[in-house]
């Protein structure tokens, strides 16, 4: 499975942004999918995953009620909106997959057995302007 992401860029504070991760190959049906960010001088924080029949969300603290992670698996694509952005949500977004052996990052999803994130794309750039 390989990844990658787009629809990074300046974003005024208040806004909004939606970024997209397409994915080629087939990732199991079982896996996850999820957007980590990385902010400067920090490491990878988890921002939201979703389920590959979409009946399962999860977000992070710093980010719930403001995000939204969708995927149109016709179109092989993931989605994560965050509104009312501040310029904490600057950084390095990265959408990743379970599975894989890349910097794995072991997360909790509540409701189902830990996720082991391990493919990666290139990550895409937000930064938020006040």
């Known amino acids: 499975v390989q990844l990658a992401e787009s629809g990074g860029g300046l974003v005024q504070a208040g806004g909004s942004l939606r970024l997209s991760c397409i994915f080629s190959?087939?990732?199991?049906?079982?896996?996850?999918m999820a957007w980590f960010r990385q902010r400067p001088g920090k490491g990878r924080e988890f921002v939201a995953a979703i389920n590959w029949g979409s009946s399962n969300k999860w977000y992070g603290d710093s980010v719930k009620g403001r995000a939204t992670i969708s995927r149109d698996n016709a179109r092989s694509t993931v989605y994560v909106e965050l509104n009312k952005v501040k310029s904490e949500d600057t950084g390095v977004y990265y959408c990743?997959?379970?599975?894989?052996?890349?910097?794995?990052?072991?997360?909790?999803?509540?409701?189902?057995?830990?996720?082991?994130?391990?493919?990666w794309g290139q990550g895409t750039q937000v930064t938020v302007s006040s």
């Open positions: 990743a997959s379970e599975g894989g052996s890349k910097d794995p990052i072991r997360y909790g999803l509540d409701g189902r057995d830990l996720a082991d994130f391990g493919t």
């Open positions: 190959g087939r990732p199991s049906t079982r896996s996850a």
